[in-house]
C-alpha cells in the first residue's frame, strides 16, 4: 500500500522556536509538495521539489525553506515561527509523470501545528 | 496561471438525495482538472480527474464530474448520498506541463439522516 508519512500529526511550538516538520514516501515519487491547509483558504502550495537537491517556490514561501537530501523524504524547515503559522501541514508526493498529467497525488494525514 | 472557484462552502444534503458540488476554473491552457476528497483526521485522496477525452468522468463511491469548456466548469455529483459521503470536498486545477495544482477553498458536505 502506497504510503506517506509526516513525522508528527500534532506539535506545539512557541513563537521564534525552529520547526523541522518531515515527510518520508515510500513509492519512489520524484515528486514532493508541501501545502499549507486553512479554512475557507483550501491549500495553498509552499514549495514544491521535483528531484533530489531541488526545490522551487510555491504561491506562499515567505517564512518556509525546504529540504530534500534523499528522494523519499522531504522537510518543511520554519526558521523562525510565527502565530500566523498556524495550521494544518500537508505533505504530497506523485510519480514522475507532470502532476498535472496523472493528477495522482498521495498526501499524508497532516501535521497540525499550533504557535503560540 | 490557473485557478478555481468552489461555490458553497457549506452544502447539507438529506441521505438518498443528490449531491450536487459546484465548480469553475480559469485557466489559459487546456486545464486538468481533478477532484479530491478528504475526510475528518485524514488526508486528501483522488475521487476523479479530468486529462482529455470523454467530457464525463466517473470516479469512485459513485460520484461524477461532467468538464463543460463552455461553461468553464467542472461539477461533482452523487445520485444518492450516502452518510459516509460526509466529508470536505475539493476541487483542483493545473495546466499541461504543470508540476503543481491549484486547490479551490473546499466545500464541506455534511448527511442528514
Known amino acids: 500500500d502506497v504510503k506517506v508519512t509526516q513525522s508528527s500529526r500534532y506539535l506545539v511550538k512557541r513563537t521564534g522556536e525552529k520547526v523541522f516538520l518531515e515527510c518520508v514516501q515510500d513509492m519512489d515519487h520524484e515528486n514532493m509538495f508541501w501545502y499549507r491547509q486553512d479554512p475557507g483558504l483550501g491549500l495553498r502550495l509552499i514549495y514544491f521539489s521535483y528531484d533530489v537537491k531541488m526545490k522551487e517556490k510555491g504561491d506562499i514561501p515567505e517564512g518556509y525553506s525546504v529540504s530534500r537530501e534523499k528522494k523519499e523524504r522531504f522537510s518543511l524547515i520554519l526558521e523562525s515561527a510565527s502565530t500566523n503559522q498556524t495550521s494544518m501541514y500537508l505533505c504530497a508526493s506523485s510519480p514522475s509523470e507532470i502532476a498535472g498529467r496523472t493528477g495522482e497525488l498521495f498526501f499524508g494525514e497532516g501535521s497540525r501545528l499550533t504557535v503560540l | 496561471a490557473q485557478s478555481v472557484t468552489q461555490l458553497g462552502s457549506h452544502v447539507s444534503v438529506s441521505e438518498g438525495a443528490l449531491v450536487l458540488l459546484r465548480c469553475n476554473y480559469s485557466?489559459?491552457?487546456?486545464?486538468?482538472l481533478f477532484w479530491y476528497v478528504q475526510y475528518p483526521n485524514q488526508g486528501l485522496q483522488l475521487l476523479l480527474k479530468?486529462?482529455?477525452?470523454?467530457?464525463l468522468v466517473k470516479g469512485i463511491n459513485g460520484f461524477e464530474a461532467e468538464f463543460k469548456k463552455s461553461e468553464t466548469s467542472f461539477h461533482l455529483t452523487k445520485p444518492s448520498a450516502h452518510m459516509s459521503d460526509a466529508a470536505e470536498y475539493f476541487c483542483a486545477v493545473s495546466g499541461i506541463n504543470d508540476y503543481k495544482l491549484s486547490f479551490g477553498a473546499g466545500t464541506t458536505v455534511t448527511v442528514r439522516a
Open positions: 479530468y486529462t482529455t477525452g470523454a467530457t
Open positions: 485557466s489559459s491552457v487546456p486545464p486538468y
